[in-house]
């Protein structure tokens, strides 16, 4: 498979919830669009293509001195399930450090802006910066992080995101990790969440009207 190919969204078969009476919060979703085990294959290949990839840059222990270290920088909250897998798939050296920032607001379904909550970092100058987010909607919170991550002057700069909304974003933000991309619907699930719920949620899911 062609490390930098894009993973279309699908609908999954039913689970066994759907059809033996719902429960819980899954009472509230409409249909799955990517079901647990395939953002688990996925999330393996991302790791082993991106593992690849920043060993020949950086070397396997991740402190070279000629080479720099390697921080991942994850946006809170939406992308805290997403990483914790993927930094595992990751047998490097490495540091995390967070920041948060809000772009859907409480009951939003649509992007509201960029507003950061958890300031970077300012020691990413000289170091290898891999930023995750959970989705690339209308672009506006990768381009904020990575314009502010670039004035510090990294020796390099990478972005991941777990979902991408293909032609959504009026930006021109170009992910170099994708996981899938989906249709232009409002998904919880899996980190995603609407008004604070459903991030326990371990698929990529569509809400009912009711629920919205």
Not at 75 to 104: C, H, N, Q, W
Not at 172 to 179: L, S, T
Request: charged fraction near 25%.
């Amino acid at each position: 498979m062609n490390a930098r190919k894009r993973i279309l969204w699908h609908v999954a078969p039913r689970a066994p919830w759907m059809t033996q009476g719902r429960m819980g919060m899954h009472r509230d979703l409409e249909r799955i669009l990517i079901p647990a085990a395939a953002i688990e294959a996925r999330v393996r290949d991302l790791g082993q293509t991106i593992a690849a990839e920043l060993e020949r840059e950086i070397g396997g222990d991740g402190t070279h001195a000629d080479h720099g270290e390697l921080v991942i920088v994850p946006i809170l909250t939406g992308s805290v399930m997403f990483v914790a897998d993927l930094v595992r798939r990751l047998p490097l050296k490495l540091r995390l450090e967070m920041v948060g920032v809000s772009s859907y607001p409480g009951k939003s379904m649509e992007s509201k802006g960029v507003s950061i909550r958890h300031e970077l970092p300012g020691t990413l100058a000289g170091k290898h910066v891999l930023v995750i987010d959970d989705i690339l909607d209308s672009g506006h919170t990768l381009d904020v992080v990575t314009r502010l991550i670039r004035e510090q002057r990294p020796a390099s700069l990478r972005t991941c995101v777990l979902l991408r909304k293909p032609g959504k974003s009026s930006l021109p933000v170009a992910p170099d990790y994708v996981g899938f991309d989906i249709p232009d619907e409002f998904v919880v699930g899996y980190g995603l969440d609407y008004d604070g719920f459903y991030r326990n949620l371990p698929e990529i899911a569509t809400l009912r009207p009711e629920a919205r």
